[in-house]
């Protein structure tokens, strides 16, 4: 079964492309559970222009959800958000949301928006072990928050390339005991091998070391454009079947099923 949990829609302000476009190539490529995570607002004008407001939500959700009915006998529509987790930035109309799953990310360590090419000059300022122990500490909150079902492109910190010198894995430990701990789902993302890194997220090293903690995991393209539904999709499921996994996650109203794939 083909799972792909992680897109968005234009309601972001920086995607293209339709719902119905969306599902229809969706179902071209024979996924079988697709499901749409907007970038959840947040209570502030920090990043407003990435992602949908307040006043949003409940036709965004409208929306996915008529198309879930309109595509039933087709293929499985599921409803989500990515939710930015920031401390103070959050907010419980999103947290409490009636969804099917919530995605954790971290797309900023104290405001500073470390993956948009806009603010990357805020790498040349700072020792890079330190914004990565920074960045996994993130993430280790997030995981202890038990707000969310899935983390988001898990090392999305490698982004630009600016690697550090002490092993990755040791940076990543207490993170992943953590999403371990607190019963979380990685997402193999292929939207990094669109990006300056050319790899997958997460890398195959941190992957390892989920199956080690019997961590699961579903997959993910992070489209922003019809032309990068299922991106990829074919070196994800090699990188996980290399590893051992040969099931994935996907969430119906919050409960996690495991499916073959």
């Known amino acids: 079964m083909r799972v792909d949990l992680h ?3 234009t309601r972001c302000n920086h995607a293209t492309g339709s719902i119905d476009e969306y599902i229809k ?6 996924i079988d559970i697709y499901g749409f995570s907007e970038h959840a607002p ?9 992602r949908l407001t307040f006043s949003q939500m409940s036709e965004y959700e409208a929306d996915i ?4 009915e309109r595509y039933k006998d087709k293929i499985d529509i599921r409803l989500g958000y990515e939710v930015d987790y920031l401390k103070g930035y959050m907010d419980s109309r999103v947290l409490n949301a009636k969804v099917d799953y919530l995605i954790g990310s971290v797309h900023f360590l104290n405001k500073w928006g470390f993956d948009n090419p ?6 040349e300022s700072r020792d890079i072990d330190d914004i990565w122990y920074e960045y996994f500490d993130a993430i280790e909150a997030m995981a202890k928050s038990g707000y969310f079902d899935i983390v988001g492109h898990l090392d999305l910190i ?15 430990q207490n ?5 371990k701990k607190a019963n979380m789902t990685i997402e193999i993302n292929g939207a990094g091998l669109r990006k300056p890194i050319k790899e997958l997220y997460p890398s195959k090293e941190l992957l390892e070391i989920a199956y080690e903690l019997d961590i699961p995991i579903t997959f993910s393209s992070d489209a922003h454009s019809i032309e990068q539904i299922g991106f990829g999709y074919t070196q994800a499921i090699e990188l996980a079947k ?7 996650v996907t969430f119906e109203q919050r409960d996690r099923q495991l499916v073959i794939f």
């Open 42 to 50: 947040i209570p502030s004008n920090l990043d407003k222009d990435y």
């Open 118 to 123: 806009e603010y990357i000059g805020g790498w």
């Open 242 to 248: 290399s590893i051992g996994y040969t099931k994935a």
């Open 7 to 9: 897109n968005h829609t």
């Open 158 to 172: 490698k982004v630009f390339k600016y690697l550090p010198q002490k092993e990755i894995k040791l940076i990543a």
């Open 175 to 179: 993170a992943l005991k953590a999403i």
């Open 25 to 30: 190539r969706a179902i071209e490529l024979g």
């Open 65 to 68: 959800l008529h198309a879930k």
